[in-house]
């Protein structure tokens, strides 16, 4: 064996035959002779197109792996006419093709849709069934998606053939080369339809509304998506429907926000109540619950109800209800008031304001209490 075919392709000997392809198309991009007209470029093309006429073909390259040359009887090198390997195959290493594609089907897969819902709070936490109208293509009931009138069929395209594509054969510098384009007349389909149905004007399909009704479930957030498989636009002349996608969008609550799994709202008691603990009815969305406030409770103290967040998706668990407490500090008092709470700050020996770090002075109770009289 006197020529390395792999060697000038530059693969090894067990390469596939798509890497075959993929170093030959590489090559011949960079040494074809529109690219690069010197002699010495344009023999190295003969050569590598030469490795690939034998390694693309099964039966040479099993001749060439078991000793033998199968161009040698054409001289050593196929060229661009050897018997066996012309121009298309050049074009197939290309394009991938080469062979007759024939009409495409007039029948294709429909469109996915996507609309967007929007749902209240309860309804992403407990999960919900709703109700949407939708705009879309369906199948068309006069023609049944064939598109054509009642008594009519589609007719063989005169221009093509019923072949959906127009072939032309041109000259070039390596010869006769035969290009193919959709047939202009029937669009690539091979057929034409002569008498449209008058309901669909031959789509087969027609634009209406629907409603359907979707299960929501518990636990999506703004920007899930709900997949309804063959719920979106029929296809055209009967082809199958597409998917219908629905985008969550949960509205704001006006006491409730959600942080993942958990749920958030602000409890604002009374500085008295704060002082000496309380007992505060909470309607969640589980219904009524008592939130027990301790004595002495601070401003920014967090209540946690365990379970009563949001449910997560496909598990079933839920997360908890976090209460924020906020203590409320009168900013106008009576002057009885204000004698009351500079008694009380005299029994506390809290008369005199205390310099403090900063994380203290906004976190207790008491330091916000004397700002409200003594600034007066």
């Known amino acids: 064996m006197t020529t390395d075919y792999y060697a000038m392709l530059g693969v090894p000997r067990d390469a596939s035959a798509d890497e075959i392809k993929k170093a030959y198309r590489r090559l011949a991009r960079e040494l074809h002779p529109d690219v690069n007209p010197d002699p010495e470029h344009q023999e190295r093309f003969k050569i590598v197109t030469s490795a690939y006429e034998v390694l693309s073909d099964p039966e040479k390259r ?36 080469g062979a007759n594609r024939g009409p495409r089907t007039r029948a294709r897969r429909g469109q996915d849709a996507l609309i967007r819902m929007q749902i209240d709070l309860p309804a ?22 064939a598109g054509t009138s009642s008594g009519s069929e589609p007719v063989t395209c005169a221009m093509c053939k019923g072949r959906g594509e127009i072939q032309q054969v041109q000259r070039s510098f390596l010869g006769q080369v035969m290009t193919a384009r959709p047939c202009p007349q029937c669009q690539g389909f091979g057929t034409t339809i002569p008498h449209p149905c008058h309901e669909c004007s031959g789509a087969g399909r027609v634009r209406t509304r629907r409603t359907l009704t979707i299960q929501v479930p518990a636990g999506v957030d703004t920007g899930n998506r709900i997949q309804l498989q063959g719920e979106g636009e029929v296809g055209p002349n009967g082809g ?37 603990g309380t007992s505060v009815p909470l309607q969640t969305l589980d219904g009524e619950s008592v939130i027990d406030v301790r004595p002495g409770a601070q401003p ?11 449910a997560r998706l496909r598990s079933g668990a839920r997360g908890d209800l976090h209460v924020h407490l906020n203590v409320e500090v009168p900013t106008r008092l009576s002057e009885q008031e204000a004698d009351l709470l500079r008694q009380f700050a005299a029994i506390r020996g809290e008369a005199a304001p205390r310099v403090t770090s900063q994380a203290a002075a ?15």
């Open 62 to 97: 099993q001749m060439y792996d078991m000793g033998g040359d199968p161009l040698s009887a054409n001289g050593g090198f196929g060229g661009f006419n050897a018997a066996g390997f012309g121009f298309g195959d050049i074009m197939d290493a290309f394009f991938g093709g």
């Open 124 to 145: 992403a936490v407990f999960g919900a069934t709703k109700d949407i109208t939708v705009e879309t293509a369906e199948r068309c009931g006069t023609c049944s998606g």
């Open 240 to 276: 199958p429907a597409g998917d219908l996608y629905v985008e969550v969008v949960v509205a704001d609550h006006p006491v409730f926000h959600r942080e993942g799994d958990d749920l958030h709202c602000t409890l604002t008691v009374a500085m008295t109540s704060a002082a000496l």
């Open 300 to 310: 920014g103290e967090v209540l946690l109800l365990r379970g009563q967040g949001a």
């Open 362 to 376: 906004s976190g207790g109770l008491f330091s916000r209490l004397k700002d409200a009289f003594t600034q007066r």
